[in-house]
């Protein structure tokens, strides 16, 4: 296969697998450094290099939960709290085997857009990378990632933009949900 034949196919198969469909099957550390690793190789504007990474695993999954759980907890009124959405936190985290949560390191050199689109430009390779290799992932950006520095430990200037939830899984490969290319393109020729 060319390399366009090979890219294409790895683009066009990479969805988004969520926690419910991992199975319990460790992913060796080699391969989370090889999906980290294509991080790396992301365009980005004046070599700012924001993409910033925390790798959460084994007993540091239920503490990621714990914290999810108490930051809802403290971020929702009373008459809101629903006990149901509280134990997902914890759920969710435990059929990952690995999350990886996504920060972005501001530099000041360049808009902020600019380095969040770099991180996401990283964030895609390990995806690509990790369709490649056969590992579940998905991109989870619950609105209460705003206030886990604490938890991650995060430097004044960064801030974590998701979690990058991972599992192996048995799904087999579907047709994602797209309207045509050609009514999302103008062309400009004269
Ligand atoms: C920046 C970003 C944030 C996302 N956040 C969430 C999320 O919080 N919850 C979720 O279920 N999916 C999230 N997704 C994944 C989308 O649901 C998914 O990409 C979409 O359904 C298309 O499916 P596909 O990735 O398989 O093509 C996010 C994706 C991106 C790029």
């Known amino acids: 296969m060319s390399n366009y034949e090979i890219l294409s196919q790895v683009i066009k198969e990479r969805r988004s697998i969520f926690p419910a469909s991992y199975i319990k099957k460790e992913i060796p550390v080699e391969v989370i450094k090889q999906i980290l690793e294509t991080a790396n190789y992301a365009p980005t504007h004046k070599l700012t290099q924001p993409w910033r990474f925390t790798v959460i695993r084994k007993g540091g999954l239920a503490r990621l939960g714990e914290a999810l759980g108490n930051l809802y907890k403290q971020h929702v009124s009373p008459q809101q709290f629903l006990q149901k959405k509280f134990d997902s936190f914890g759920e969710k985290t435990s059929q990952a085997d690995c999350i ?8 000041g050199k360049i808009p902020e857009w600019e380095e969040l689109a770099a991180v996401s430009c990283a964030v895609q390779n390990m995806a690509l990378t990790a369709e490649s290799l056969k590992v579940g992932a998905y991109w989870s950006s619950p609105p209460l990632i705003d206030n886990l520095g604490g ?3 995060l430097g004044e200037s960064e801030r974590c ?21 050609e009514e999302k ?4 020729e004269e």
């Open 185 to 188: 393109v103008k062309w400009i």
């Open 151 to 153: 938890f991650l430990n």
């Open 161 to 181: 933009i998701g979690l990058f939830y991972m599992g192996y899984h048995n799904e087999k490969p579907w047709q994602p949900n797209r309207t045509p290319i």
């Open 100 to 107: 990886i949560a996504i920060n972005m390191q501001l530099s």
